[in-house]
């Protein structure tokens, strides 16, 4: 689900922007592209943190990038 408002990268990635979570989550992510994803999700302490595509985007230097909510952690088991 491209809606070609976000350039793929060279190397057929895809930047999106995060919002929610922890603070210390990165608000830029690369992810593999250029087909915008349903969900994302970051390794992050002893876990996983999941975000959804809202259908958004944040301008960001003039450029448009898909917009990311956090939904929800999971942990590994150990």
Do not use: C, Q
């Amino acid at each position: 689900m491209n809606t070609g408002a976000v350039p793929a990268h060279p190397d057929n990635e895809l930047r999106v922007a995060l919002t929610g979570g922890f603070p210390e989550m990165p608000s830029i992510l690369v992810v593999a592209g250029p087909d915008i994803p349903a969900k994302v999700s970051i390794e992050f302490r002893n876990g996983r943190e999941h975000y959804e595509y809202t259908g958004g985007v944040l301008d960001l230097d003039g450029v448009s990038l898909p917009l990311f909510r956090w939904s929800y952690s999971t942990r590994i088991a150990e």
